[in-house]
């Protein structure tokens, strides 16, 4: 049982290069979440999914896109890297009757 | 609005130390909290939630709806705690945490 699994761990990209994150839960959790790490800003939503084929906008989804591609996988992109999205990249899950988020291990993003 | 308040960037106590990691919140309703852990290179983890009432790893956290609070407190700090805490509050249907901007505690020997 992995929980939850993120690729790739480090990644750097250049101004206005796209990428995509990838997230994977083996828990059969519905709900499904992104978000980002910066210091002294703790972490933010950036989108979520609350079952599969749905996704909602979190506190700050400007310049990504996700996809629910099913049930175990939710997607991040950056369609246009920016150097203000270097950052660290949590993706997290939720079981229906559950309350406790578990987190994958990050993607650590510069963007240069 | 709901927002979570931690006043702290860091926190710097000797071992043996009682520790208060403070939160703060803003929330209309009842709210439901939780204190989540980082430990260096490793992922989040849930430490407490304010319903269970229980201590995790000697740490408790009690709600105080008149101060709007749920500080983490540890009577006795050790080296092993030095970590990011992050506090959080669920601030919607879907399950969605409102974090904190954490604070980092260091606990030196």
């Known amino acids: 049982n992995a929980g939850v699994t993120q690729t790739p761990k480090f990644q750097v990209l250049k101004t206005g290069q796209s990428m995509t994150l990838q997230c994977a839960q083996d828990m059969n959790h519905n709900s499904m979440y992104w978000y980002r790490q910066d210091p002294g800003m703790g972490l933010r939503l950036i989108y979520y999914s609350a079952s599969e084929g749905t996704t909602d906008k979190g506190e700050v989804p400007n310049g990504y896109n996700v996809s629910r591609l099913n049930k175990r996988e939710f997607s991040l992109r950056l369609e246009s890297a920016a150097p203000s999205q270097t950052s660290v990249y949590f993706c997290?899950?939720?079981?229906?009757?559950?309350?406790?988020?578990?987190f994958g291990p990050g993607t650590r993003l510069t963007v240069t | 609005a709901q927002r979570v308040t931690q006043p702290e960037k860091l926190l710097s106590v000797f071992k043996g130390a009682p520790v208060e990691l403070k939160c703060n919140y803003s929330y209309s309703g009842s709210p439901e909290l939780f204190w989540y852990v980082q430990y260096s290179r490793q992922r989040l983890q849930l430490l407490l939630r304010?319903?269970s009432r229980e201590s995790i790893k000697g740490f408790t956290a009690d709600l105080n709806k008149g101060e709007t609070s749920f500080h983490l407190k540890k009577p006795f700090a050790q080296e092993e705690d030095s970590a990011m805490y992050y506090c959080a509050l669920k601030g919607g249907s879907q399950g969605n945490l409102i974090f904190g901007k954490g604070t980092k505690l260091s606990v030196k020997p």
């Open positions: 304010h319903i």
């Open positions: 997290a899950s939720l079981g229906a009757e559950s309350y406790e988020q578990y």
